[in-house]
């Protein structure tokens, strides 16, 4: 008997660090020039493919993780004794987690010996992963079911957000943008900067002009709410935009010279569908969201 941990492939965690980390990945689906691909970090189509696509102008689209899937995945560890404890991508941003609760209310009727809980992360991306990885280290330490669960609820709330997109049309295409301002914002060189409430929404905090003021701001509102730099690790995701991304890391580790390390990722094409290549984004244990 054992606790298995599963995320989804929304959280953006590298294969190989989902495997140091012995968590189980579920892939949402994506449709690109009409092909439907698992998003499986790269393996069916790799990344810097899916962006290339999209600056060409390829519209893809996204699909969740349906109730029949959970089930599926869900039973054969219930079958097989194990406990699961399922982490999310935000019920705000995607009807997957809904499905995986359904999932549940069912199986525990089925497993009443077993124990299956699902967590709404509330987070998106690589934030969701920063999440997944610090519930998943601290499992090396607890082994009781009950109070792993306590402490991914706990640790929740704490998980901040920060990001800037390069191109307004994306977000447009989401709803998150009015057509018109897109076209605008874009034109000026206008950086959205946004983050992801205690609601697990995407909401916009301010607008830049241009990427270094929209990179400074995401250090500016990091320096309002990081709980503490020292020994945390730093969470920095991209829309293939990797120098960028270093570029960000190299102004957080001057700012503040005692975090553990910073780690990189790829947004993965679910995510990236809808924020665009070119986005970047950052993510700590803070104060408030």
Do not use: W
């Not at 009781?144 to 609820?153: G, R, T, V």
Request: one cysteine or more; charged letters at 25%.
């Amino acid at each position: 008997m054992a606790i298995k941990l599963y995320s989804d492939s929304c959280s953006d965690l590298p294969i190989e660090l989902a495997k140091e980390l012995n968590v189980n990945i579920i892939p949402l689906t994506f449709t690109i020039d009409g092909n439907d691909y698992p998003d499986d970090f790269g393996k069916s189509m790799p990344i810097t493919e899916f962006y290339s696509r999209v600056r060409k102008g390829s519209m893809p689209k996204t699909a969740l993780i349906n109730t029949q899937r959970y089930i599926d995945i869900f039973t054969k560890e219930l079958e097989a004794g194990n406990d699961v404890l399922y982490l999310g991508f935000s019920s705000a941003l995607s009807g997957s987690f809904e499905c995986s609760a359904t999932a549940s209310e069912e199986l525990k009727e089925k497993f009443p010996e077993r124990k299956l809980a699902v967590v709404d992360s509330k987070c998106a991306s690589f934030g969701e992963g920063l999440f997944v990885y610090l519930v998943a280290n601290k499992m090396k330490e607890i082994s009781d079911f009950d109070e792993l669960y306590e402490y991914a609820m706990d640790l929740q709330p704490s998980v901040c957000h920060l990001f800037t997109v390069d191109d307004l049309n994306h977000l447009a295409r989401g709803g998150r943008a009015s057509n018109v301002s897109a076209v605008v914002g874009t034109a000026l060189k206008i950086k959205p900067v946004l983050h992801v409430d205690d609601e697990g929404r995407l909401v916009l905090l301010n607008k830049q002009r241009g990427r270094i003021k929209a990179l400074k701001e995401l250090i500016r509102l990091m320096k309002e709410s990081i709980f503490t730099d020292t020994d945390q690790t730093i969470f920095v995701s991209h829309g293939d935009c990797l120098d960028e991304a270093h570029q960000l890391g190299d102004m957080i580790q001057a700012e503040f010279p005692n975090i553990k390390q910073i780690m990189y990722s790829y947004i993965g094409p679910v995510v990236g569908a809808h924020s665009g290549p070119g986005t970047i984004a950052l993510f700590f244990l803070g104060s408030k969201r």
